[in-house]
């Protein structure tokens, strides 16, 4: 654990560069090769938004903690999951960060929604503060159920978005819940969710534009998040290549989740290792210079990324895809079918046209679940916190 901020020069020559493999690096569904293209994996891993522990931010409801070092690891990777599919939302998957480079007015909204302070729209303030409402004190550890869901909570009031966000529970993903969800753009759900087309007001202080297009399209973009155990107490060997191809799909987000004594973001693998972004480092909070910007390179991990064997991966983890478009939900879909199908590849979760008779019936175009499926969810999912419990250093 880094109690100190540590220069990017020093961390340089502490982490091992990729091996010389003729395996293929996949790096959220983009493939490359370590001879021809390590330039082009560390351009990508650089660009991706990487959250660590920060020091000496403002007090979390006030008189709370102003660091989050030591209980915050699996919320940072939370932020970065839904971090990607902010930038595949507004930027692209293709977007690239260079360092000393202008850049466009959507990446710092998207970075400014994840900043430590009250009002930004993912902070770590208002994850500690959600998951009250999921049963968690500020300051106690998350799973990476929980901090699914608070996400999917957070994401209502990021009316810039305009997410439809999706939490596949008991291994089952149902198509026809996923599609009325995201088919529910129209008609409008209140006149403070959709302003006038003509106003050219900013909207919770972002871009009004992207709320406009999107109320006159037929599809929300869709963040699907999967929670997931593979295993008792550690990965069950037969799902591990399911969970490579998970991040050979274009629309992945990656894998939150982790080892013992850390929780990790995961973003793709090379051979029999994942290749994951840390959140360990205690940097110091961020503020905006005299100017008015936000200096971002800290936000950006600019050392060759993390390694570990597949099979040290805890069994908890929550896996994330993006579909920009119904086309790309679709085609999600069938890459899914088309893996359940492929001999001696035990799939991860099912995939379903309607919902189970067996199954509850809620509300799935309510976000929030009700006490009851929350208290359910906690039960399915309370192994996990204790499995999880030696992540928190």
């Keep these: 654990l880094f109690l100190a901020t540590l220069t990017y020069d020093t961390l340089r020559f502490e982490y091992e560069d990729f091996p010389e493999t003729k395996e293929p690096v996949w790096i959220l569904g983009q493939k490359y090769s370590v001879f021809t293209d390590k330039e082009e994996i560390l351009l990508d891993v650089t660009s991706r938004l990487w959250f660590t522990y920060r020091k000496n931010f403002p007090a979390i409801g006030g008189t709370g903690p102003t660091s989050d070092t030591g209980w915050g690891c699996m919320l940072r990777c939370g932020q970065m999951i839904f971090a990607q599919a902010l930038v595949c939302r507004h930027l692209g998957r293709d977007w690239r960060w260079i360092k000393g480079k202008r850049q466009m007015d959507n990446y710092f909204n998207v970075l400014n929604a994840f900043i430590d302070k009250k009002d930004s729209y993912y902070s770590i303030h208002q994850i500690a503060q959600m998951g009250v409402g999921e049963g968690k004190s500020i300051g106690q550890w998350y799973g990476p159920n929980t901090v699914a869901q608070v996400l999917k909570k957070l994401a209502t009031f990021d009316t810039w978005s305009s997410l439809a966000v999706h939490i596949a529970m008991d291994n089952t993903v149902v198509m026809e819940e996923i599609r009325r969800l995201c088919q529910s753009n129209l008609p409008c759900a209140g006149a403070a969710a959709c302003p006038a087309v003509e106003s050219d007001v900013l909207y919770n202080g972002y871009p ?5 297009r999107d109320r006159l399209s037929l599809w929300k973009p869709l963040v699907l998040l999967i929670p997931l155990r593979l295993g008792l107490t550690e ?17 992945s987000l990656g894998v939150i989740g982790g080892k013992p004594n850390s929780a990790h973001y995961f973003i793709g693998y090379v051979g029999e290792e994942l290749i994951y972004l840390d959140p360990h480092t205690t940097q110091p909070a961020v503020e905006p210079n005299d100017s008015g910007c936000l200096p971002d ?32 939900f679709n085609n999600w879909c069938q890459q899914i079918k088309k893996l359940s199908l492929v001999r001696g ?15 509850s019936n809620p509300d799935v175009l309510n976000l929030t679940p ?24």
Excluded at 208 to 212: F, L, P
Excluded at 373 to 384: G, H, N, Q, V
């Design 208 to 212: 009004e534009e992207a709320g406009v």
């Design 235 to 251: 990965i069950n060997e037969a799902y591990i290549e399911t969970l490579k191809h998970c991040f050979m799909m274009p629309q």
């Design 345 to 359: 590849v035990l799939p991860m979760f099912e995939l379903v046209e309607r919902q189970p008779s067996h199954f």
């Design 297 to 328: 390179e800290s936000f950006h991990c600019q050392h060759p990324p993390c390694r570990m064997s597949i099979a040290e991966l805890d069994p908890s983890i929550a896996v994330g895809f993006f579909c920009n478009t119904e086309e790309d």
């Design 370 to 393: 009700d006490s009851s499926d929350a208290d359910r969810l906690e039960r399915f999912f309370d192994s996990e916190d204790e499995d999880f419990e030696i992540l928190s250093l």
